[in-house]
Each structure stands twice: as C-alpha cells, then as structure tokens.
C-alpha cells in the first residue's frame, strides 16, 4: 500500500510542485504551475496520474504565503 502525497509552495502567480508515492519516494521531478486556467488544468492532469500510479486519491497540501492559494482551491 503506497501513502501519496502532493505538496504545493504557492506562491504569487504560480505554485510549485513535488508529488511523492510513499515516504522519501519522490515521483518524477517537481515542477511550477501557472494560476492560470492552463496551468491548473494541467495540475489537475498531474493529480489524475499520481492516482492512477498510486492506486489512492493523494491528498494535497498547501503551503501557501498570504492569500495566493484562493486560486487553486
């Protein structure tokens, strides 16, 4: 049983993003997202895949600076 897991460093305009399988597994390399429509689109693409590697819906957790995160929640 894997125990996913995607992390965001939101920031102003964009976010970060690393996504790990299990403790200390790291999937593929993280990455920033635009707050845009494409760039959230495109997230939520990378979401539906850890899901389907992991076989579990990963919680998402946010660490956000202010109120940057209004857009990707």
Same mark, same amino acid.
């Given at each position: ?11 102003? +305009? ?29 997230l939520l693409g ?19 600076? +202010? ?7």
């Amino acid at each position: 049983m894997m125990n996913p897991v995607i992390g965001l460093d939101v920031a102003k +305009g964009e976010s970060q993003v690393q996504a790990f399988l299990d403790k200390k597994q790291r999937y593929k390399k993280s990455f920033k997202v635009a707050h845009t429509l494409e760039g959230l689109n495109s997230l939520l693409g990378f979401i539906r895949e850890v899901e389907e590697v992991s076989g579990e819906r990963p919680p998402i957790i946010l660490e956000s600076t +202010g109120h940057y995160h209004t857009p990707i929640v």
